[in-house]
């Protein structure tokens, strides 16, 4: 069984930054990939940014150029660092990570952007 315990949301002002971390149970090595979601009240859940074990980093074009995904394989955490922040970012954002076939997700932390 795989522990993701996230951390790092909380309520920022339009146009700020936040970094959230996922701290995984086990060296991050075994994971295929890694991901953020992310999920509003009323919509569906998204994907936000992936990384793979090699590397290759993926966005969806709402984040592009404002999100980056990271990781540090010694802390065996992934980060998301989230800059230029807009009202529309609020949502609880989800990692995941994928021992394939299995994956495995996080409980969630709240990011607010407003004023």
């Known amino acids: 069984q795989v522990q993701l315990v996230e951390s790092g949301g909380g309520l920022v002002q339009p146009g700020g930054s936040l970094r959230l971390s996922c701290a995984a149970s086990g060296s991050i090595f075994s994971f295929n990939a890694m991901a953020w979601y992310r999920q509003a009240p009323g919509n569906q859940r998204e994907l936000v940014a992936s990384i793979t074990s090699g590397g290759s980093t993926d966005y969806a074009d709402s984040v592009k150029g404002r999100f980056t995904v990271s990781r540090d394989i010694a802390k065996n955490t992934v980060y998301l660092e989230m800059n230029s922040l807009k009202p529309e970012d609020t949502a609880v954002y989800y990692c995941?990570?994928?021992?394939?076939?299995?994956?495995?997700w996080g409980q969630g932390t709240q990011v607010t952007v407003s004023s």
């Open positions: 995941r990570v994928s021992r394939l076939p299995y994956h495995y």
